[in-house]
């Protein structure tokens, strides 16, 4: 018994074996045609593939639109060559392939990039990125890369390129490649620099510090904020000044404080997450609450503890015994003893510094 679905499977795939005849027959040369026809072959290509697609074919759809997409190289149609391949990353999301998708993204930009559309190909890498993101968001970051690479060809697209970099940033830290989130962020603050954008530099110097915290680099952490604070808004500057000098201080409670203000709290989910992140500053994070930091100096020796009376009465006995403990009644003056040598010279300087 055939049912309706399998009805419907039968006749598309029925219509595109006749899409295909038809390009095949157009393919054709003879006395009077030298060369194929080209632009009917893709067209019915497509068709099919088309077809195939509604009967949950995706093989066959994929490989009639790799030969549409053949036939438009051949009339050098690339823009549509590389849409053939846009419909090819379709029908790859459906398999949950992703590697295969990556590649013909890439494929797709090239060639628009070889028919003079930078433009369309960079769109086709962000649309590709966000299929991939929640899978594999490193493969989201590559794709989003090179269409990064595109977008600064072209000087008009310099914003465009800032969005895509803000993307990147925020999935490496989804995946926690923070030395890399923070090159990034320093590029998107170069293009903002060249477009004088000083609000958006405000923001990411924010970002840029709490990823060299939770690096654990606060010295590069500073030296951020000494660079492009003056970029950040009262709220900005006071919050990050505040979160640094507590960092310093190794009060806990202080960085605890800054982390929990509400600036940083709203700020965009992936950035936000580092105040969580942010590891505690050592020797302070263990201390009991209200606790004062111990002050330690440098050098510092051993303060002095007196021997007990018992040591200090075997020592002058055996002083004694030894003939070596002065006798009662016997000054200083009375010892047959040399005094000790005065020095023979004291310089000029010398008996200066004793005054």
Same mark, same amino acid.
């Given at each position: 018994m055939t049912t309706v679905g399998d009805g419907l499977v039968q006749k598309k795939v029925s219509e595109a074996q006749e899409h295909i005849r038809q390009?095949?027959?157009?393919?054709?040369?003879?006395? /009077?045609?030298w060369r194929p026809d080209f632009d009917v072959a893709a067209d019915e290509y497509q068709k099919a593939a088309t077809c195939y697609r509604v009967a949950k074919q995706l093989g066959q759809a994929k490989d009639y639109l790799l030969k549409a997409s053949d036939c438009y190289k051949e009339n050098r149609s690339l823009f549509h060559a590389a849409r053939c391949y846009e419909q090819i990353i379709l029908l790859l999301k459906e398999q949950n392939k992703t590697v295969e998708m990556v590649d013909f993204?890439? !494929?797709?930009?090239? /060639? *628009?990039?070889?028919?003079?559309?930078?433009?369309?190909?960079?769109? +086709? %890498?962000?649309k590709t990125a966000k299929m991939v993101e929640s899978k594999d968001p490193a493969a989201a970051i590559n794709v989003l890369q090179h269409a990064v690479e595109v977008l600064m060809i072209e000087e008009s697209s310099s914003r465009q390129a800032a969005e895509h970099l803000s993307k990147i940033s925020r999935l490496q830290i989804r995946i926690e490649r923070y030395g890399e989130a923070a090159d990034t962020i320093r590029l998107e603050i170069g293009i903002h620099q060249e477009n004088a954008n000083g609000a958006a530099?405000? !923001? /990411?110097?924010?970002? %840029?510090?709490l990823v060299q915290l939770v690096r654990e680099d606060s010295v590069a952490a500073e030296k951020a904020f000494k660079e492009w604070g003056n970029y950040c808004d009262v709220q900005e500057a006071v919050t990050l000044e505040t979160l640094l000098q507590a960092y310093d201080d190794e009060d806990w409670e202080g960085v605890q404080r800054a982390l929990q203000s509400p600036f940083i709290k709203h700020m965009?989910?992936? *950035?936000?997450? %580092?105040?969580?992140a942010i590891p505690l500053p050592e020797g302070i994070k263990n201390m009991p609450k209200g606790a004062t930091k111990p002050t330690v100096v440098s050098n510092a020796q051993q303060a002095y503890t007196s021997p007990p009376p018992e040591e200090?009465?075997?020592?002058? +006995?055996?002083t004694i015994a030894?003939?070596?403990?002065?006798?009662?009644?016997?000054?200083?003056?009375?010892?047959?003893d040399p005094p000790p040598p005065f020095p023979a010279h004291v310089d000029d300087e010398d008996e200066e510094g004793l005054c």
């Open positions: 390009a095949e027959k157009s393919m054709k040369t003879g006395f /009077l045609k993204a890439h !494929r797709a930009c090239q /060639l *628009y990039q070889q028919q003079g559309s930078p433009e369309a190909g960079a769109g +086709a %890498l962000e530099i405000g !923001r /990411l110097t924010v970002a %840029l510090v965009d989910v992936d *950035y936000a997450r %580092l105040a969580n200090i009465e075997k020592v002058k +006995a055996a030894a003939g070596n403990w002065p006798a009662a009644g016997v000054s200083n003056a009375d010892s047959k």
